[in-house]
């Protein structure tokens, strides 16, 4: 029973409560460190130079008058990052993207840095670094990318996921196909087919903290990194690749974290912190301003997507297919073969096509941002069902309920569900008082449906019990959104002593075995069923101290409810012993007790969500205003609640953001125009309603507490839920986002021409 991964319907006394998080008060009085709080003895401060160029051939780079000014330590190009990927595509791509070498590729593209003794010198010797561009013609729009006369990218990669191999280089960098059935006898036998095209534009994931990290390179070739990021243990490896470090030699710490939303997943500039390092021999602290995190960090996709369906008066769906293609920045993704994979997941089909185009443009290379690819893909998708919904008369929630997946379903994208959550969810939005409740003038309702797969992945965690009885659990999962009081709960639980004995620190990558990021919604999954395993090992020692103690075979001891019990009537005169009481033993039973767990977690299970959105349209101006939000989601089991409902709600909030204001805009030469938030506007609180939540528990059977992910869903939903609502007030489609005003507006006009 171990490591037994199956849920077998136990109750609990700790998980599912609403304790303090560990971390509030160090984050509320100032005391947490974050990326940019670590100082070291001589540390100089490092700068980096970007181009100003959509797309230019550098010809030359002159850095002798920036190494001749007084207090310059380091001065780096390309040529202080040479190749050492030994053929891996993806890890060369990071090292281009880090550091330009005979191009650069987007508008603030690293092209060469300083390191100086403080950061006045630093900016000066940036000015002197001379360098000659050949301005080469640019695009950056993802249809544009695509035409037989846009300029390539990148002369080196040619379209993968295509047969035969392609003879010229394309923007089109990889092709995904998935579904199955024979969607072309769907269509014949609908009765009303839909088209429909959509466009979303580029957004960014909007976290508080800018990217910073202080590098550390000493003559023996060790290293230390401090950083913020949600896998200092991917950091490691990567970065210890591009510089030719043994891993051994790189020690990264994870700092706090003040945001990542799955743009702090990728490697951007702390292999430059390192080189900077290794060439100055002194540590070296490098932070992003704003500006340069959005010009030179990973936004997510814009995109151009065609959807076709198919259905039956009766309202049985026949056929679905749709046309993907998103941009991937000037760096080759997975992007399209996300958005392919999720678009038509809510749905029980027979018959569905997706195909994904990943495209290279002249942007940012692009990064996941919280459900990656599966909001652009539901816009389109969502939408289009709530015009064949109307198209054939039926209530657009009745409508997705007949076509719903469930268990059993074969998914768009190839496995078959198991136990899933998209039909709870959806009949609790249909009997929800926000449906019921009534409209006032000016506004509409919109709902939509959302998906997720949420991943598993290499963990490890250590649990060690003090001599007074507390408990220490390391584990390697960066904190993103909670973990620190969830696994504390899980670790309570299942050792059965109170959450105020638990403490939580996240550790080193010196410290611990390979952990993976802290994305795709498995940090409370994968590390949950690790500490479970930690502590069922710490269990067993325990229960064999107790034996030892009793001088009794062990298979005669339990463990419940915090004690180890001698179970049989012949033992019944034998008192009960505490983890207390094991603990102030152990120095004469044994010494230290503690429990250890390596796993590759599998069986994430998938997620769904519906929402519920009211909005607000002045008639004057178009501007548009969320008056209500409720956010049903399917939790597995909700360890810590509040936490859950936050996730729900910062997704909801994103998502919000994405539909009505968000996007990157790009002038005629490929630079961008809003670097910062005072133009690139994310919504504060002013903006949004109380953002309800419905957190619905549907046991994942994979897991032993039966979690699923609750992180990445609840952003999915938002964009179609909100263009759905503003069709129900304004009569017309919205196939753009963000839905601005003046957007909105003309849709208003093209319909009354």
């Keep these: 029973m171990a490591n037994d991964t199956k849920f077998r319907n136990r109750k609990f006394k700790s998980v599912g409560t609403r304790p303090p998080r560990p971390d509030g008060l160090d984050k509320v009085t100032g005391r947490a460190k974050y990326g940019a709080d670590t100082f070291a003895p001589g540390q100089l401060i490092g700068l980096v130079l970007r181009s100003p160029h959509a797309h230019a051939q550098i010809t030359r780079i002159d850095t002798s008058k920036a190494e001749k000014l007084n207090g310059v330590k380091a001065v780096i190009t390309s040529k202080d990052l040479p190749d050492l990927t030994d053929g891996d595509r993806d890890l060369y791509d990071t090292l281009e993207n880090c550091m330009a070498r005979e191009r650069a590729l987007y508008d603030g593209h690293a092209v060469a840095a300083v390191a100086a003794i403080d950061a006045p010198t630093a900016r000066k010797a940036l000015k002197l670094v001379r360098v000659t561009y050949q301005i080469l013609p640019h695009v950056t729009d993802v249809d544009e990318a695509i035409k037989p006369d846009a300029p390539i990218v990148q002369p080196r990669v040619y379209t993968r996921g295509v047969s035969p191999k392609p003879e010229s280089p394309s923007n089109i960098a990889r092709v995904s196909e998935f579904g199955h059935g024979d969607v072309e006898a769907g269509f014949r036998?609908?009765?009303?087919?839909?088209?429909?095209?959509?466009k979303t534009e580029q957004t960014h994931q909007g976290y508080i903290e800018p990217h910073a990290c202080l590098a550390s390179v000493g003559p023996d070739g060790h290293g230390e990194l401090w950083v913020t990021t949600q896998g200092h243990f991917i950091y490691r490896n990567t970065c210890a690749a591009l510089l030719g470090m043994d891993v051994a030699k790189l020690k990264v710490t994870s700092s706090e974290i003040g945001g990542g939303f799955g743009g702090k997943t990728h490697v951007w500039m702390e292999p430059i912190a390192l080189a900077l390092s290794r060439k100055a021999n002194r540590p070296v602290k490098l932070e992003m301003t704003r500006d340069e995190v959005f010009r030179s960090t990973g936004p997510t996709s814009s995109t151009s997507i065609d959807v076709k369906i198919g259905v039956k008066k009766n309202g049985r769906i026949t056929a679905a297919t749709a046309d993907l293609r998103y941009q991937d920045g000037a760096f080759p993704g997975t992007w399209a073969m996300l958005g392919a994979m999720t678009s038509y997941a809510c749905y029980d089909l027979k018959n569905v096509k997706t195909v994904g185009y990943d495209i290279l443009v002249n942007r940012p290379k692009v990064a996941a941002y919280r459900a990656p690819s599966a909001p652009m893909a539901a816009f389109a998708v969502e939408s289009t069902i709530n015009e064949v919904a109307a198209e054939i008369g039926m209530d657009p929630v009745d409508f997705r309920i007949k076509n719903a997946a469930k268990e059993g379903t074969k998914s768009s994208y190839g496995p078959t569900y198991g136990p899933i959550g998209i039909g709870p969810t959806l009949a609790a939005v249909k009997k929800h008082p926000h449906m019921r409740a009534r409209l006032g003038k000016n506004q509409g309702r919109?709902?939509?449906?959302?998906?997720?797969?949420?991943?598993?992945?290499?963990?490890?965690?250590?649990?060690?019990?003090?001599?007074?009885?507390?408990?220490?659990?390391?584990?390697?999962?960066?904190?993103?959104g909670g973990a620190r009081a969830s696994l504390s709960l899980i670790a309570a639980e299942e050792l059965g002593i109170p959450y105020e004995s638990v403490k939580c620190n996240i550790t080193d990558t010196g410290s611990l075995g390979h952990n993976d990021m802290t994305d795709g919604s498995r940090g409370t999954f994968s590390s949950g069923m690790s500490t479970i395993f930690a502590a069922r090992n710490a269990?067993?020692?325990?229960?064999?101290?107790?034996?030892?103690?009793?001088?009794?075979?062990?298979?005669?001891?339990?463990?419940?409810?915090?004690?180890a019990i001698a179970k049989g009537k012949k033992h019944k005169m034998l008192k009960p012993l505490s983890l207390d009481e094991l603990a102030a033993g152990s120095p004469n039973t044994g010494g230290p007790i503690a429990g250890h767990s390596q796993i590759v977690a599998d069986g994430a299970g998938v997620s769904f969500a519906s929402h519920i959105c009211d909005i607000e349209v002045d008639p004057e101006t178009s501007a548009t205003k969320v008056v209500r939000y409720t956010v049903v989601q399917d939790a597995g089991k909700a360890i810590h609640p509040d936490y859950v409902e936050g996730q729900f709600q910062g997704g909801a909030a994103q998502g919000i953001g994405w539909a009505l204001n968000e996007e990157y805009i790009y002038d005629e030469n490929g630079r961008l125009q809003n670097p910062g938030f005072l133009d690139y506007r994310v919504p504060v609180c002013s903006d949004l309603p109380f953002i309800d939540t419905e957190i619905l528990e549907i046991p994942n059977p994979n897991h032993p507490y039966g979690i699923r992910g609750v992180g990445e869903t609840s952003i999915v939903p938002p964009l179609a839920a909100i263009g759905n609502a503003v069709s129900d007030v304004a009569g017309v489609r919205m196939t753009h986002v963000p839905m601005s005003p003046p957007r909105i507006r003309k849709a208003i006009k093209d319909t009354q021409v």
């Design 539 to 563: 269990i067993e020692e325990l229960c064999q101290r107790a034996a030892d103690t009793w001088e009794i075979h062990v298979k005669d001891v339990v463990w419940d409810d915090g004690k």
């Design 446 to 480: 919109g709902m939509a449906c959302g998906f997720w797969f949420n991943f598993g992945g290499e963990t490890c965690t250590d649990l060690n019990i003090g001599t007074d009885g507390t408990v220490t659990l390391t584990v390697g999962t960066v904190d993103v």
């Design 189 to 198: 036998a609908a009765d009303i087919i839909v088209e429909k095209s959509y």
